[in-house]
C-alpha cells in the first residue's frame, strides 16, 4: 500500500473531493483525521472507511478558525504525528456576474477564503512536520484558463497556487512538499466519466476516483521528489 503507516488529515473530508480522497488514503493505509464544519456528514464518511477496515477520526473544525485549526493539528501530531495534509474546504465563491456587475465583498470572499483557509491548515500542520522532516501538503485549485462570470475564483486559484509555491520554497529545506492539483470543475459524479464541456481534450471530466487517485500518488513516497508544482487532471481543458 502506498501510504502505510501514514497519518493524513483531510479538512473539507465531507465534501465530494475530499471524502473520496479520504477513502483513498484509508484503502492506501494511512490513518485518516476527517475535519470540517459539519460532524454528521463527516461521521458518515469515516463510517464508510472503517466498514473497510480503516481507520479514521472526525473533528469539527472552522478552517478559518487559525487557533482551532492549530490546537486540532497540535492535537493530530502528538499521537499520530502529520504526514500528510490535504485542504478541499470550498471558497464560497459567487457565479454568473460579470465583474463590472459584481459587489467587491462577493468578489474577494473566495480569494480571502481559500487563501486564509489554506494559510491557517498549511502552517498548522507544517510546524509538526518540521520536527519530523518530512511531510506533504496539498490543496485543490481551479483551471487556469480565462471563463466569463466566474467572479473572483480565478483570482482566488492564482493566490492559492502563488501560496503552495512560497510553501514549496519555505519548507523544502525541512523535507516538507507542497502540491495544488488542478481541477476542470466539478467532476463527473459517481463511478462514470461524464461529457465535458467543450475544449477538453479528452472529452469528458474526470472521475472523483481518479482525483483520489492522483492525491494517493501525491501524496506518496513515489512523488518524493515533486514539489511547487501543480496536477493537472484537466483531462485537457488546461494545456500546458
Known amino acids: ?25 484509508a484503502r ?17 464518511v469515516a463510517d464508510r472507511i472503517r466498514r473497510d ?11 478559518l478558525d487559525r487557533a482551532a485549526v492549530a490546537e486540532h493539528a497540535t492535537a493530530v501530531a502528538a499521537t499520530d504525528g502529520i504526514d500528510i495534509c490535504f485542504n478541499a474546504t470550498s471558497n ?7 465583474l463590472v456587475e459584481l459587489a467587491f465583498a462577493d468578489f474577494m470572499r473566495p480569494v480571502a477564503k481559500s487563501v486564509t483557509a ?4 498549511a502552517t498548522a500542520v507544517a510546524r509538526h512536520m518540521i520536527e519530523r522532516r518530512r511531510g506533504v501538503i496539498l490543496a485543490m485549485a481551479g483551471g487556469r484558463e480565462a471563463i466569463a462570470h466566474l467572479g473572483g475564483s480565478h483570482v482566488a486559484w492564482a ?5 503552495c509555491r512560497q510553501l514549496a520554497a519555505d519548507l523544502g529545506p ?19 466519466a461524464e461529457e ?42 488546461v494545456v500546458d
Not at 159 to 163: F, V, Y
Open 53 to 63: 477496515g480503516g481507520l479514521s477520526h472526525v473533528t469539527s473544525l472552522d478552517v
Open 92 to 98: 464560497d465563491d459567487v457565479q454568473g456576474t460579470a
Open 174 to 192: 525541512h523535507g516538507i512538499r507542497s502540491v495544488w492539483l488542478l481541477s476542470p470543475g466539478s467532476p463527473g459524479h459517481g463511478g462514470q
Open 1 to 25: 500500500m502506498l501510504l502505510a503507516d501514514k497519518t493524513a488529515i483531510v479538512y473539507g473530508g465531507a465534501g465530494a473531493i475530499g471524502s473520496a480522497v479520504a477513502q483513498a488514503y
Open 118 to 121: 489554506h494559510f491557517n491548515v
Open 196 to 237: 465535458g464541456p467543450a475544449g477538453m481534450l479528452l472529452c469528458r471530466l474526470p472521475t472523483y476516483q481518479e482525483v483520489a487517485n492522483i492525491a494517493v500518488f501525491a501524496s506518496s513516497d513515489w512523488a518524493g521528489t515533486m514539489t511547487a508544482t501543480e496536477l493537472n487532471f484537466t483531462a485537457g481543458a
Open 159 to 163: 493566490a492559492l497556487a502563488g501560496l
Open 28 to 44: 492506501e493505509g494511512a490513518q485518516v483525521h476527517l475535519a470540517g464544519r459539519t460532524p454528521a456528514t463527516l461521521e458518515q
